[in-house]
């Protein structure tokens, strides 16, 4: 029995959650995450909580039990607290800033690099090289900050570049041009 997947989830006082066959739907303030269910696994709320079983034990429903279990956690996590990534900017010249919802960064190239906020994901500024991307979905945050970071990856030598916040990067050695 996967431990991750009989863990209950609790529902904090705010969020609703309904179950169709195939769909679990959370929804807090008209904001709503929804995730589909494999068909041999079984979401139910009892008690204020949600638990989460399954039919058999082939290998494909051992393997998805806790999957499901931890992706309707984060629906809930998503939608009572939010999730958040924090990048750095780290380079002479290399900076953010927002304007309306874009995010405007000048990370060393000919032109600036314009980031769109997608529906459910904010962008915040706590200085010029600092980002945070929230939202609730855990997956989208992760996704935004993943393409930010893409942006201009750090470089191995200097370290200039966009990083997550605690990032820690092994620097190469230069050429010594000494045998």
């Not at 705010?14 to 995730?35: A, P, W």
């Not at 780290?90 to 919802?101: H, L, M, P, W």
Request: aromatic content about 4%; cysteine-free; overall charge positive.
């Amino acid at each position: 029995m996967s431990r991750i997947g009989k863990k209950p989830i609790n529902i904090p006082k705010d969020i609703k959650v309904e179950i169709d066959s195939d769909e679990v739907r959370v929804s807090r303030d008209g904001q709503t995450l929804s995730e589909r269910i494999h068909p041999g696994i079984l979401v139910k709320v009892e008690d204020n909580q949600i638990l989460v079983d399954r039919e058999n034990d082939q290998r494909e429903t051992r393997a998805l039990h806790g999957l499901t279990r931890s992706l309707v956690n984060n629906m809930v996590i998503g939608l009572s607290e939010g999730f958040t990534k924090n990048l750095e900017i780290q380079g002479v010249g290399y900076r953010a800033n927002k304007n309306g919802n874009q995010l405007i960064m000048d990370l060393g190239y000919s032109h600036q690099v314009i980031f769109e906020e997608p529906e459910g994901i904010t962008f915040e500024l706590a200085s010029p090289t600092r980002i945070a991307v929230k939202g609730a979905d855990k997956q989208l945050v992760g996704e935004m900050a993943a393409k930010i970071r893409a942006s201009r990856l750090p470089d191995p030598y200097k370290g200039k570049g966009v990083r997550y916040a605690g990032e820690v990067l092994r620097l190469k050695a230069g050429k010594s041009g000494v045998k």
